[in-house]
């Protein structure tokens, strides 16, 4: 049973076991099983398995599957049912998530907890399907208008896009604020073995929501304050709330103790730069890594540490710089940070990461 007292239908088959899964598909049935009953999406590749695996599967769930005629139509729907204190998603890639972007402000500023998917492509513009971390800062900074922040969460496998996708739905509802799940279609589309499990938290009280007020005083959802000093104390409150959303950074760290050299990258590419880093390790070069699961908020402080012991930096993105900002703001000038970057879809291999390694790694002494 699920917290809404509903079968997850055809569960049996998928929880528990270890299945072989494709990326935006196992995200799909992770978001289900963390009982999110509504989704609201419109077709754009390399997403687009998500809403297909939706449109299958809600209905069978006594759930909720609509194609929106829009991403501006679903982005207002989630906000909709995420008012009625439902659990909502919804998902698109790159352009579509521009497109999303004053809904999603609306729902930062009304406090609406929602999970934002976002399997990006290649750009600006239409760009391509391809790998592609461009949407580093569309994702961190907010994106829409005013001054906001959201959890920003970058899984590297499939199966840490199932336990990041349930822990979305958890944290939108324990600080009522959309999170943003920033994957890409390399991630997407590959298969790899996952363990789905359902939700065991119990449901978070919405006392907020827009349920009927028959018993109790009516509830006002809104992010329009027009009183002489609401809007501030409102973003003076919202503040306070972002701040306390900094205690969820996570990030995972390898070889850092004696590195001199750190490695800072997310996603997939962080695994490719694990490969190269062993390489250099079998070469005696100390070099470590550092990959941001949170990209926001972004983990500073062991990138902070690692720059007080006198480590240099190399930020390895699929962009053309994006995430080195905030390894520079973390640094704060004590040591002196490189990056090595790809585009339009290309992904840097192994070999090309160690030469990169070899470049700005201080040599081992030998005696």
């Given at each position: 049973?699920?917290?809404?007292?509903t079968?997850?239908?055809?569960?049996?088959?998928?929880?528990g076991?270890?299945?072989?899964?494709?990326?935006?598909?196992?995200?799909?049935?992770?978001?289900?099983?963390?009982?999110?009953?509504?989704?609201f999406?419109?077709?754009?590749?390399?997403?687009?398995?998500?809403?297909?695996?939706?449109?299958?599967?809600?209905?069978?769930?006594?759930?909720?599957?609509?194609?929106?005629?829009?991403?501006?139509?679903?982005?207002?729907?989630?906000?909709?049912?995420?008012?009625?204190?439902?659990?909502?998603?919804?998902?698109?890639?790159?352009?579509?998530?521009?497109?999303?972007?004053?809904?999603?402000?609306?729902?930062?500023?009304?406090?609406?907890?929602?999970?934002?998917?976002?399997?990006?492509?290649?750009?600006?513009?239409?760009?391509?399907?391809?790998?592609?971390?461009?949407?580093?800062f569309?994702?961190?900074?907010?994106?829409?208008?005013?001054?906001?922040?959201?959890?920003?969460?970058?899984?590297?496998?499939?199966?840490e896009?199932?336990?990041?996708?349930?822990?979305?739905?958890?944290?939108?509802?324990?600080?009522?604020?959309?999170?943003?799940?920033?994957?890409?279609?390399?991630?997407?589309?590959?298969?790899?073995?996952?363990?789905?499990?359902?939700?065991?938290?119990?449901?978070?009280?919405?006392?907020?929501?827009?349920?009927?007020?028959?018993?109790?005083?009516?509830?006002?959802?809104?992010?329009?304050?027009?009183?002489?000093?609401?809007?501030?104390?409102?973003?003076?409150?919202?503040?306070?709330?972002?701040?306390?959303?900094?205690?969820?950074?996570r990030?995972?760290?390898?070889?850092?103790?004696?590195?001199?050299?750190?490695?800072v990258?997310?996603?997939?590419?962080?695994?490719?730069?694990?490969?190269?880093?062993?390489?250099?390790?079998?070469?005696?070069?100390?070099?470590?890594?550092?990959?941001?699961?949170?990209l926001?908020?972004?983990?500073?402080?062991?990138?902070?540490?690692?720059a007080?012991?006198?480590?240099?930096?190399?930020?390895?993105?699929?962009?053309?710089?994006?995430?080195?900002?905030?390894?520079?703001?973390?640094?704060?000038?004590?040591?002196?940070?490189?990056?090595?970057?790809?585009?339009?879809?290309?992904?840097?291999?192994?070999?090309?990461?160690?030469?990169?390694?070899e470049?700005?790694?201080?040599?081992?002494?030998?005696?």
């Amino acid at each position: 049973m699920n917290r809404s007292g509903t079968k997850h239908k055809g569960a049996a088959a998928l929880y528990g076991k270890k299945l072989l899964m494709k990326g935006n598909e196992a995200l799909a049935e992770a978001a289900i099983a963390a009982d999110c009953r509504y989704y609201f999406g419109y077709p754009i590749t390399p997403q687009n398995e998500i809403p297909a695996y939706m449109s299958r599967r809600m209905p069978q769930i006594g759930g909720v599957f609509l194609q929106s005629e829009s991403e501006l139509a679903a982005i207002n729907m989630v906000f909709g049912a995420a008012a009625a204190g439902v659990r909502a998603m919804t998902s698109s890639s790159s352009p579509g998530i521009s497109l999303k972007q004053e809904g999603i402000s609306y729902l930062a500023g009304a406090e609406l907890p929602a999970v934002i998917v976002n399997i990006a492509r290649g750009g600006p513009g239409l760009g391509n399907i391809s790998p592609s971390q461009a949407d580093y800062f569309q994702s961190t900074r907010g994106g829409g208008h005013g001054d906001y922040n959201m959890l920003v969460f970058a899984p590297a496998s499939v199966q840490e896009t199932v336990d990041l996708t349930m822990l979305s739905f958890e944290l939108a509802d324990k600080y009522r604020n959309p999170v943003i799940i920033l994957s890409y279609g390399l991630l997407g589309q590959m298969l790899e073995p996952v363990v789905i499990n359902p939700a065991e938290a119990e449901a978070a009280d919405k006392p907020w929501a827009l349920t009927g007020a028959k018993s109790r005083p009516a509830n006002c959802i809104k992010s329009l304050h027009l009183g002489e000093g609401a809007l501030e104390k409102h973003n003076q409150h919202l503040h306070k709330k972002y701040k306390s959303m900094q205690q969820e950074v996570r990030c995972e760290e390898l070889d850092i103790e004696d590195a001199q050299l750190v490695i800072v990258a997310f996603g997939s590419v962080a695994r490719i730069a694990k490969s190269a880093i062993r390489a250099a390790r079998n070469k005696g070069l100390p070099v470590g890594l550092i990959r941001p699961i949170s990209l926001w908020p972004f983990p500073s402080q062991p990138i902070d540490r690692a720059a007080h012991r006198g480590a240099s930096f190399l930020t390895v993105e699929l962009n053309s710089g994006q995430m080195i900002e905030d390894v520079k703001l973390a640094v704060n000038g004590k040591s002196k940070v490189q990056f090595f970057g790809r585009t339009g879809g290309e992904i840097p291999t192994p070999e090309e990461i160690l030469g990169q390694i070899e470049k700005h790694c201080p040599k081992p002494v030998t005696i």
